[in-house]
Nanobody, 123 residues
Framework: QVQLVESGGGLVQAGGSLRLSCAAS????????IGWYRQAPGKQRELVAT???????NYADSVKGRFTISRDNAEKTVYLLMNSLKAEDTAVYYC?????????????????WGQGTQVTVSS
C-alpha cells in the first residue's frame, strides 16, 4: 500500500497560485491512481481531481480550468497546481490512493486519510 504525505499549503491572496505536493513511499506508486480531496470548515470532504496510472485526469467542475493535477513517477509525487484561487477554495487538502469503478461517478478511496495541508485564500 502506498503511503502519502501532503505539503505545499499556505496563505495566498485571491487570484494567486499554489502548488501542492503529494509525496509517496512504497514500490507500487506507479500502479496507483491518486486523488486530491478537500474539506472546508463545516462541509463534507469533496473530490477535487484524480490522475490515473496512465495520466488520465478528472476534475470537479468547480476547479476545471484553474487546477491541474500531474504526476512524476520517478519522484513518486503527485502535484496539484492551483491557479486563480478563490476564497471558496479555502480548505484542508488531502491526497489519497483511489480506484475508479466501472459505471461509478466517484472513485473508491483506498487506505487512510493523512494530515492534509491547509490552503487559505484571502479575499
Amino acid at each position: 500500500q502506498v503511503q502519502l504525505v501532503e505539503s505545499g499549503g499556505g496563505l495566498v491572496q485571491a487570484g494567486g497560485s499554489l502548488r501542492l505536493s503529494c509525496a509517496a513511499s512504497g514500490s507500487t506508486f506507479h500502479l496507483s491512481a491518486i486523488g486530491w480531496y478537500r474539506q472546508a470548515p463545516g462541509k463534507q470532504r469533496e473530490l477535487v481531481a484524480t490522475i490515473s496510472t496512465g495520466g488520465t485526469t478528472n476534475y470537479a467542475d468547480s476547479v476545471k480550468g484553474r487546477f491541474t493535477i500531474s504526476r512524476d513517477n520517478a519522484e513518486k509525487t503527485v502535484y496539484l497546481l492551483m491557479n486563480s484561487l478563490k476564497a471558496e477554495d479555502t480548505a484542508v487538502y488531502y491526497c489519497i490512493n483511489v480506484a475508479w469503478r466501472p459505471s461509478s461517478a466517484t472513485p473508491l478511496v483506498i487506505g487512510a486519510w493523512g494530515q492534509g495541508t491547509q490552503v487559505t485564500v484571502s479575499s
